[in-house]
T-cell receptor, first 112, second 113 residues
Framework: NAGVTQTPKFQVLKTGQSMTLQCAQDMNHEYMSWYRQDPGMGLRLIHYSVGAGITDQGEVPNGYNVSRSTTEDFPLRLLSAAPSQTSVYFC???????????FGQGTRLTVV | QQQVKQSPQSLIVQKGGIPIINCAYENTAFDYFPWYQQFPGKGPALLIAIRPDVSEKKEGRFTISFNKSAKQFSLHIMDSQPGDSATYFCAASKAQGAQKLVFGQGTRLTINP
């Protein structure tokens, strides 16, 4: 099992560019989430999904878009990158009903 | 708003010491409280978790203490080792039908040899 796979690992964008961060899991988890990690801020929830076709906003959704067409994939789209979106992004998945969340290795994004 | 507050932000302990990391939560509906450990360049990984029906849980050298009335919980690491140096996050969620896992700000722990 690969677990949760995120691509790319590193990315540099120019202000105003758009891109998609990919996340795929092979554990058949219904719940998937995107977090961003910034120094002193912990992990903040951007968007989450409780199943294919169902998404909702987290704590910091502005500037990001998601969709979930399959159980396995949950891409995160940056519509028009801004320097404030420089961060490390983590995708996580888990079964319904709480318990352990499995995280990917992260994508380090720099917007210049 | 920060639903889970974690302290300290950083902590340095000598090998063999007992680092203690504290968290406080606001939402009384939370009933699942995990701790995650993160090494540089890696994603967080579950370390230990507790539900509010017990006041303490031990797994190896790691112990969670839980105070429901104070809405606080803490992580203790017994006989700490340099390999325990990492960032630790507390978190909280509602166990039933829980979609959101809310994290604290994180504590960077350094264990000196």
């Amino acid at each position: 099992n690969a677990g949760v796979t995120q691509t790319p690992k590193f990315q540099v964008l120019k202000t105003g560019q758009s891109m998609t961060l990919q996340c795929a899991q092979d554990m058949n988890h219904e719940y998937m989430s995107w977090y961003r990690q910034d120094p002193g801020m912990g992990l903040r929830l951007i968007h989450y999904s409780v199943g294919a076709g169902i998404t909702d906003q987290g704590e910091v959704p502005n500037g990001y878009n998601v969709s979930r067409s399959t159980t396995e994939d949950f891409p995160l789209r940056l519509l028009s990158a801004a320097p404030s979106q420089t961060s490390v992004y983590f995708c996580a998945s888990r079964y319904p009903g709480g318990t352990e969340a499995f995280f990917g290795q992260g994508t380090r994004l720099t917007v210049v | 708003q920060q639903q889970v507050k974690q302290s300290p932000q950083s902590l340095i302990v000598q090998k063999g010491g007992i680092p203690i990391i504290n968290c406080a939560y606001e939402n009384t509906a939370f009933d699942y409280f995990p701790w995650y450990q993160q090494f540089p360049g890696k994603g967080p990984a579950l370390l230990i978790a507790i539900r509010p029906d017990v006041s303490e849980k031990k797994e190896g050298r790691f112990t969670i203490s839980f105070n429901k009335s104070a809405k606080q919980f803490s992580l203790h690491i017994m006989d700490s080792q340099p390999g325990d140096s990492a960032t630790y996050f507390c978190a909280a969620s509602k166990a039933q039908g829980a979609q959101k896992l809310v994290f604290g700000q994180g504590t960077r722990l350094t264990i000196n040899p």
